[in-house]
T-cell receptor
Framework: SQQGEEDPQALSIQEGENATMNCSYKTSINNLQWYRQNSGRGLVHLILIRSNEREKHSGRLRVTLDTSKKSSSLLITASRAADTASYFCASDRNSGNTPLVFGKGTRLSVIA | GAGVSQSPSNKVTEKGKDVELRCDPISGHTALYWYRQSLGQGLEFLIYFQGNSAPDKSGLPSDRFSAERTGGSVSTLTIQRTQQEDSAVYLC???????????????FGPGTRLTVL
């Protein structure tokens, strides 16, 4: 079953605004990753945050992790039309060698 | 190659035909994954390989689906007697290791868009 669940399912904002997407997961993790997908093709890794980290930055991306709430958020600041894509969180399961579990994704539309 | 490649990029087939989808992972990556994605939907996990071994095949939708990996490299996903509901984008990904505490970042191919008429 899907461990990661993103919300909202879809988000539409104006260029220049910030976009926040949330992800919840069910079991304890070693790390959580965020991926981006353009036009239904391959996903691209954006950022990884470890279970002992609370916040991580990469350019205009900021990821937070709250292990007590089993949740993470992805913030894109000063959004651009080119940020339009689907964003997925993916969590591992702190229970051995098992693959990442991807959420259903948030479809972000940035309107110029 | 530099990234994960998949072939064909598009496949149109008639209901009842068999199809074979191919994935070439990044060289040296021991883990390989197959996913399916219907239009506008999330990723549906199908199967993963650690080396040539697939420890868990329970994600395959039916016994018409099978996958193999040879030489720890190329993988093929075979769908027998295709049905219209098999129409989707099939994505392959690879990672250096599986379940690494350093994070098994997955690198995705561009996908194969399968259309069953």
């Amino acid at each position: 079953s899907q461990q990661g669940e993103e919300d909202p399912q879809a988000l539409s904002i104006q260029e220049g605004e910030n976009a926040t997407m949330n992800c919840s997961y069910k079991t304890s993790i070693n790390n959580l990753q965020w991926y981006r997908q353009n036009s239904g093709r391959g996903l691209v890794h954006l950022i990884l945050i470890r279970s002992n980290e609370r916040e991580k930055h990469s350019g205009r991306l900021r990821v937070t992790l709250d292990t007590s709430k089993k949740s993470s958020s992805l913030l894109i600041t000063a959004s651009r039309a080119a940020d339009t894509a689907s964003y997925f969180c993916a969590s591992d399961r702190n229970s051995g060698n098992t693959p990442l579990v991807f959420g259903k994704g948030t479809r972000l539309s940035v309107i110029a | 190659g530099a990234g994960v490649s998949q072939s064909p990029s598009n496949k149109v087939t008639e209901k009842g035909k068999d199809v074979e989808l191919r994935c070439d992972p990044i060289s040296g990556h021991t883990a390989l994954y197959w996913y399916r994605q219907s239009l506008g939907q999330g990723l549906e996990f199908l199967i993963y390989f650690q080396g040539n071994s697939a420890p868990d095949k329970s994600g395959l939708p039916s016994d018409r689906f099978s996958a193999e990996r040879t030489g720890g490299s190329v993988s093929t996903l075979t769908i027998q007697r295709t049905q219209q509901e098999d129409s989707a984008v099939y994505l392959c990904a690879s990672s250096l290791e599986l379940g690494s505490l350093r994070g098994d970042t997955q690198y995705f191919g561009p996908g194969t868009r399968l259309t069953v008429l």
